[in-house]
């Protein structure tokens, strides 16, 4: 998948190198994230990217259940999710869509169900 931010860096999922890559718009590569093995961070199966209001990057791993939330250029800022059925829980997160308000809308595939999240930071308490 792919999503082009509000400055033009465009991000495409590279789930077979288990990564994030970033280009300019003229489609030179820039930087890329996420292929770690193990810890914070590490990307086993990349589904989804959606990216919020701040320029934030979002991810859905399908492997890892989880949520990961990187900076504009790559830092990881926060990840979440688990195993599970609960709320917070997913199993093999697929898609992912933030919607003007920041709210974040989750595929939780196995669980037949949507979930809803929203990311607060701290200019917006």
Same mark, same amino acid.
């Given at each position: 998948?792919?999503?082009?931010?509000?400055?033009d860096? #465009? /991000?495409?999922? !590279? =789930?077979?190198?288990?990564? +994030? $890559?970033?280009?300019?718009?003229? @489609?030179?590569?820039?930087?890329? &994230?996420?292929p770690?093995?193990?810890?914070?961070?590490?990307?086993?199966r990349?589904?989804?990217?959606?990216?919020?209001?701040?320029?934030? #990057? /979002?991810i859905? !791993? =399908?492997?890892?259940?989880? +949520? $990961?939330?990187y900076?504009?250029? @790559?830092?990881?800022l926060?990840? &979440?999710?688990?195993?599970?059925?609960?709320?917070?829980q997913?199993?093999?997160?697929?898609?992912?869509?933030?919607?003007?308000?920041?709210?974040i /809308?989750?595929? !939780?595939?196995?669980?037949?169900?949507? $979930?809803?999240?929203?990311?607060?930071?701290?200019?917006?308490?």
């Open positions: 998948t792919v999503q082009i931010s509000k400055n860096t #465009i /991000y495409v999922v !590279d =789930a077979f190198h288990f990564a +994030v $890559q970033a280009f300019d718009i003229d @489609g030179n590569f820039l930087f890329s &994230f996420g770690k093995k193990a810890g914070m961070g590490a990307m086993a990349p589904r989804d990217i959606a990216l919020d209001s701040e320029g934030n #990057i /979002y859905t !791993d =399908a492997m890892r259940n989880n +949520v $990961q939330i900076s504009s250029t @790559g830092d990881l926060l990840q &979440f999710g688990e195993v599970g059925n609960a709320p917070g997913f199993q093999l997160p697929a898609g992912i869509y933030i919607d003007k308000n920041d709210y /809308y989750i595929a !939780d595939s196995v669980n037949r169900r949507i $979930q809803v999240f929203k990311y607060i930071t701290a200019a917006k308490k």
